[in-house]
């Protein structure tokens, strides 16, 4: 048996075919085009250029809240897909181990380079799962500054409070 028998098997087939609804299900440029728009857009990203007023700091929070939520979303989306790529990706390698396994050792001799050799044949899938775990990894990124940006904001907020209390007093 050939790597083109393998790749033609219907198990090999499938897996592929769910890679390719997964990739439509998720557009990951789309995504991170937006995560990007989202990030760069942030009004808690241009208030050190401003003077701090309760309502600017106001919108800043409710605007990150938003964006945080947006990109949450966004990043379960993904990680769905993600998910059910790589239980194909597993499924398919435990078929091929199983069903192909003469063929695994004409070209693979130790587990390394059956390794290798499975990743070779799932390449597709193996590419759409490190796409994917590239852009969770930005989300991921995305969200924690948020949620850094968050506690900032809460201390600029306390700190007018401060200041707005204590006009025409010594501080």
């Not at 309760?54 to 409710?62: C, G, I, V």
């Not at 597993?90 to 078929?95: D, F, G, L, R």
């Not at 949620?147 to 201390?155: L, P, V």
Request: proline share 1%.
């Amino acid at each position: 048996m050939s790597l083109a028998e393998i790749k033609s098997d219907p198990v090999v087939k499938r897996a592929l075919a769910l890679k390719e609804s997964a990739d439509a299900a998720i557009n990951l440029e789309r995504i991170v085009t937006e995560a990007d728009m989202l990030h760069s857009e942030r009004a808690s990203r241009k208030l050190y250029k401003i003077s701090l007023e309760p309502t600017k700091l106001a919108n800043a929070s409710l605007q990150d809240m938003s964006n945080r939520a947006r990109l949450s979303e966004l990043k379960a989306r993904v990680y769905v897909q993600r998910t059910a790529v790589q239980h194909a990706f597993e499924h398919c390698s435990a078929h091929i181990s199983t069903q192909h396994r003469d063929t695994m050792k004409e070209y693979a001799s130790n587990a390394g380079d059956r390794k290798m050799f499975l990743n070779r044949v799932l390449n597709k899938l193996v590419e759409s799962i490190s796409n994917m775990d590239s852009t969770l990894e930005l989300l991921e990124i995305y969200i924690k500054d948020i949620d850094q940006s968050a506690w900032a904001i809460r201390n600029a907020t306390d700190m007018l409070k401060l200041l707005m209390d204590n006009r025409g007093k010594a501080v």
